[in-house]
């Protein structure tokens, strides 16, 4: 009898150092796991990547459409781990032994912008609330409904919070809850989702383990527990929590994203071959050319400005110059230009700042200048920050702008706080651009 139960008799871990491989349950969305450009991608695809390098195991990751059904395969044994976004709940923990908290999230009102918003516990009596099966709101509306009698909600089965969230973007006669961070990054390619409220406090996220809260999770908890402690791991997370929600988490103007996400539609075919041209002969991504391009002149050939910048790139004489320009105000030779001085702007960095983090160094310098780049490093380094991680580097920005500091740098004062705010713009446009186009492209 023992031998037909199979591997639910043994320690999870070790069934999995057996097999050669780590099975995880995640979901498709843009905050855990989706397929990009280069292959996988996700915040929590790459934390689980690097835990299953850690335990020297292949990493086998499949998904599923909804929380319950994530839930149900760590508790049917299809999985050693959910690496989900999932909520650290009591009722989940009389189920599973979690790993340590590596986000912290509150649970968020969402309704349409032109749709019914209550600002109040009391008016969600005359809302239709919908929410994904098993996640952790339908206990949160629970409890609400003893405070709260007249509330009612529905749940929509077989939906996920994305789909939900993507359904309410067409819709206005409902609403639905997100995580804070889900509803952030979701919104951008969403701009008609809005918040009236929180319904929550901050809420811890882990992995759900496999093996129930009985002995077989035991030894994987003590590893996920002692792997997470590393500073090499709280180092990735911050990483990660820079590369998947920091943009995210940037200033929203809903008019400018509602501007753009037409514009993709109507203008930038126009103008599509031109970034791609350019950005294959400087190895530039083409969608980050249309992103700063955006930022510069909303997809405008013609466009000019008091301080004498001209054409899509917004070019001054002297770039124009320097990159072989005759005329700013024609479309080719301004991509041409400014893709050209862009990937210069890459070149020239020390090469201890790496991988994408040189684009938004070089956005940086793009917008307020190399030598006033090179003086927020030298000021990030003063404060023992990491002069090569851009995350340090943006903390510093906006004291370019204090004579107590820029009178100590070389290069003076700097418009550092505009800098910072145009690299986020950008940023964010580009990761739309590249969601967007590579939708397109399977299509």
């Known amino acids: 009898m023992l031998s037909a139960c199979g591997p639910r008799q043994g320690s999870v871990l070790r069934e999995a150092q057996r097999r050669g491989t780590l099975r995880v349950v995640t979901l498709n969305s843009p905050t855990t796991y989706y397929q990009g450009r280069e292959g996988p991608a996700g915040f929590e695809y790459d934390l689980a990547s690097a835990y299953a390098a850690h335990l020297g195991l292949k990493l086998k990751m499949h998904t599923v459409r909804t929380i319950k059904a994530v839930l149900g395969d760590v508790q049917e044994d299809r999985a050693d781990l959910a690496a989900a976004g999932l909520t650290v709940t009591k009722e989940r923990q009389r189920q599973f032994r979690f790993g340590p908290p590596y986000l912290y999230t509150r649970t968020l009102l969402v309704c349409a912008r032109r749709g019914v918003q209550p600002h109040a516990l009391a008016d969600l009596a005359n809302v239709t609330l919908r929410v994904a099966p098993g996640s952790a709101y339908v206990a949160l509306l629970q409890d609400l409904q003893k405070k709260q009698p007249g509330l009612r909600f529905e749940i929509s089965d077989g939906a996920s919070v994305e789909s939900l969230?993507?359904?309410?973007?067409?819709?206005?006669?409902?609403c639905t809850l997100a995580d804070s961070h889900v509803f952030a990054q979701n919104r951008r390619y969403l701009p008609e989702l809005v918040s009236p409220m929180a319904l929550s406090g901050p809420q811890p996220i882990a992995w759900a383990l496999g093996g129930g809260t009985g002995w077989r999770s035991v030894s994987l908890e003590r590893d996920v527990d002692a792997w997470f402690k590393t500073p090499q791991t709280q180092n990735l997370i911050e990483t990660l929590k820079e590369r998947y929600f920091a943009v995210a988490g940037n200033d929203f103007d809903y008019?400018?994203?509602?501007?753009?996400?037409?514009?993709i539609r109507t203008r930038l075919p126009r103008y599509k071959s031109l970034f791609e041209r350019a950005g294959k002969r400087y190895n530039v991504p083409w969608p980050l050319l249309a992103a700063i391009a955006w930022r510069e002149s909303h997809w405008n050939p013609n466009a000019r400005s008091h301080t004498g910048v001209r054409g899509m790139m917004m070019l001054t004489q002297a770039s124009a110059r320097e990159a072989g320009i005759s005329n700013r105000l024609d479309a080719a030779q301004s991509i041409r230009g400014g893709a050209r001085y862009f990937a210069r702007l890459v070149r020239r960095l020390p090469p201890q700042i790496?991988?994408?983090e040189r684009y938004w160094?070089?956005?940086?310098?793009?917008?307020?200048?190399?030598?006033h780049l090179m003086d927020a490093r030298m000021l990030a380094a003063r404060r023992g920050l990491d002069p090569n991680r851009w995350r340090s580097v943006r903390a510093v920005l906006d004291d370019l702008e204090d004579p107590q500091v820029y009178k100590?740098?070389?290069?003076?004062?700097?418009?550092?706080?505009?800098a910072r705010h145009y690299v986020a713009a950008v940023r964010n446009f580009y990761d739309i651009l590249r969601q967007k186009t590579q939708i397109r492209d399977r299509q």
């Open 255 to 263: 008019v400018d994203l509602a501007r753009f996400r037409r514009a």
């Open 361 to 371: 160094f070089a956005l940086a310098a793009y917008n307020m200048g190399y030598g």
């Open 408 to 418: 100590t740098l070389p290069s003076g004062y700097g418009h550092g706080r505009q």
């Open 165 to 174: 969230l993507a359904q309410l973007g067409r819709a206005r006669n409902f």
């Open 354 to 356: 790496t991988g994408e």
